[in-house]
């Protein structure tokens, strides 16, 4: 519903004043805030799922889509503010930090060799090499800012989402921590209720 709210606000900023945007922007959750509560609703998800069958059609249990709406809502900020080059900079690093914190618990690929499904294990494997992968060159080589801060943000939100990945695999076969137990994530705010209109 969040995400939902979010995507909504954005896509109706085009007729709005910039007073209205810029109101709006209590709305969009900062960049650990929003992994916190993506790394909550995953935790949901896996209870919710961990008994069903691999090969439901509606298994969407391995998926980062959230961590890459996390970073685009983080850049949606950073444009909203004074110093968004400097914002986006800042995005880069918390991102390339979290993504060392969140590959640091991840076990080697040995350590679940015998767990089954094969699946699931064969997936980490790959999910792992990728996570731990280094680029083949600078990804934004040539380009200027804005574009160049701004493609160096989405860049690392990719790598963090191949390390999400992992731990998400990691996790569906236990030898991995939750997110707060390894420290990267915290209890995200619960939700407040939206004021209603008046009569």
């Avoid at 060392?100 to 064969?122: G, Y």
């Avoid at 030898?175 to 390894?182: D, P, Q």
Wanted: a neutral charge; hydrophobic letters at 45%; one cysteine or more.
């Amino acid at each position: 519903m969040l995400r939902r709210a979010a995507t909504l606000a954005l896509g109706g900023l085009g007729g709005l004043g910039a007073t209205a945007a810029l109101a709006q922007d209590a709305d969009l959750p900062a960049f650990q805030t929003c992994i916190d509560i993506e790394a909550d609703r995953y935790e949901w998800s896996l209870a919710v799922h961990r008994s069903r069958a691999l090969e439901a059609a509606d298994f969407h249990l391995w998926e980062v889509l959230g961590v890459e709406y996390c970073g685009t809502v983080a850049i949606t900020r950073c444009d909203r503010s004074e110093a968004p080059i400097a914002c986006q900079q800042a995005l880069v690093a918390e991102q390339v930090a979290l993504r060392e914190r969140v590959i640091a618990d991840l076990p080697d690929p040995a350590a679940v060799a015998a767990t089954d499904p094969p699946l699931a294990k064969n997936l980490y494997t790959r999910a792992h090499a990728l996570a731990r992968g280094i680029s083949a060159g600078p990804d934004c080589a040539g380009a200027e800012d804005p574009l160049r801060t701004w493609c160096e943000a989405r860049e690392a939100n990719n790598r963090l989402q191949d390390a999400v990945l992992a731990w998400q695999v990691a996790r569906y076969l236990g030898v991995a921590k939750t997110a707060r137990a390894a420290g990267w994530a915290h209890r995200p705010p619960p939700v407040r209720p939206r004021t209603r209109p008046g009569p």
